[in-house]
């Protein structure tokens, strides 16, 4: 088993910049993916980017195309813990923010934590 724990959410105003942090423990893998997931009000989750760590030694990062230049993802392997820096928030932001992982090469992520709230006013 694998935990999650999100924290870092909160409110913010338009145009502002906030991080966000998963801390994994429990189960760990070799290589593996951490993403950070959004699911705003009566919306369907969205995948946001995602960091692969291979043999727990170099990683590549993926991005929603909608959101790349205003999100950065970064990982402390060490550590166990994936960050989002979100910068020049929108309204539209607003969502709760999950993160999961899943084992390198297996399609679903398996592992969820329990989401953190992200709030933008306008």
């Known amino acids: 088993q694998v935990q999650l724990v999100e924290s870092g959410g909160g409110l913010v105003q338009t145009g502002g910049s906030l991080r966000l942090s998963c801390a994994a423990s429990?189960?760990?893998?070799?290589?593996?993916?951490m993403g950070w997931f959004r699911q705003a009000p009566g919306k369907e989750r969205e995948f946001v980017a995602a960091?692969?760590?291979?043999?727990?030694?170099?990683?590549?990062?993926t991005y929603a195309m909608s959101l790349k230049g205003r999100f950065i993802i970064s990982g402390d392997n060490a550590k166990n813990t994936v960050y989002l820096q979100m910068s020049s928030l929108k309204p539209e932001d607003t969502a709760v923010y999950y993160c999961?992982?899943?084992?390198?090469?297996?399609?679903?992520?398996?592992?969820w934590g329990q989401g953190t709230q992200v709030t933008v006013s306008s």
């Open positions: 999961a992982v899943r084992e390198a090469g297996t399609d679903d992520y398996e592992y």
């Open positions: 429990g189960r760990t893998f070799s290589s593996y993916d």
């Open positions: 960091i692969t760590w291979i043999r727990r030694s170099t990683f590549s990062t």
